[in-house]
């Protein structure tokens, strides 16, 4: 259990069946009556955002996450297969699970799985990725760092927007959080 007074930002608790994160707090003492938080707060499995008011010292169940390093193995069918790193045991994960962060992932690439109890809340990938251009618009002469950009498909079939003097075959750094190149490699 833990006290509203004690939430700050990235806490999370347990409410109606659900794990939430604090991604705001206000501690509030108005002159009239008694003082209590009010929060902002997003759940984990769907991603919507509510704002919830807690009476000061209130308490509620917080959730307990693990975290665990596992590497992408191979795709079987629909599912991503995945070894923990420590204990070697394989997992399968649904392309759902993952959410639209799957379209960078890649065979071999180490991930953070966040788990809670038995269910999955996030997969994390790295914040920058390296992947190969497989298909884009060829380059012309005089095409500038400074000029526009193009779309270019990479090898997990991502569509990232770049600079026009990028040729198939390149390989690019991608920012993972953003969806937005980085550069050459």
């Known amino acids: 259990m833990i006290s509203s007074n004690d939430f700050r930002t990235g806490v999370t608790i347990v409410l109606d069946g659900s794990v939430w994160r604090v991604i705001e707090f206000l501690h509030v003492k108005p002159g009239k009556g008694s003082a209590f938080v009010r929060t902002k707060l997003k759940n984990s499995q769907t991603g919507s955002v509510v704002e919830r008011t807690f009476r000061a010292g209130e308490t509620v169940p917080q959730a307990t996450l693990e975290k665990s390093e596992m590497q992408h ?5 629909e599912d ?12 399968s994960l649904k392309e759902s699970e993952i959410g639209d962060r799957v379209k960078y992932l890649k065979d071999g690439m180490t991930v953070s799985v966040v788990r809670w109890g038995e269910q999955v809340l996030e997969v994390e990938l790295p914040n920058s ?5 497989v ?3 060829p380059g012309v002469k005089g095409d500038t760092a400074t000029g526009g950009t193009k779309p270019a ?10 600079p026009l003097f990028i040729t198939k075959g390149e390989r690019i750094r991608i920012d993972t959080r953003t969806d937005s190149y980085q550069g050459r490699e």
């Open 129 to 133: 990725v390296i992947l190969e251009v």
């Open 80 to 91: 991503f297969v995945f070894m923990d790193m420590e204990t070697y045991e394989e997992a």
């Open 153 to 162: 498909i990479v090898e997990t079939g991502a569509q990232v927007m770049v």
């Open 135 to 137: 298909e884009t618009d």
């Open 73 to 77: 193995t191979y795709k079987d069918g």
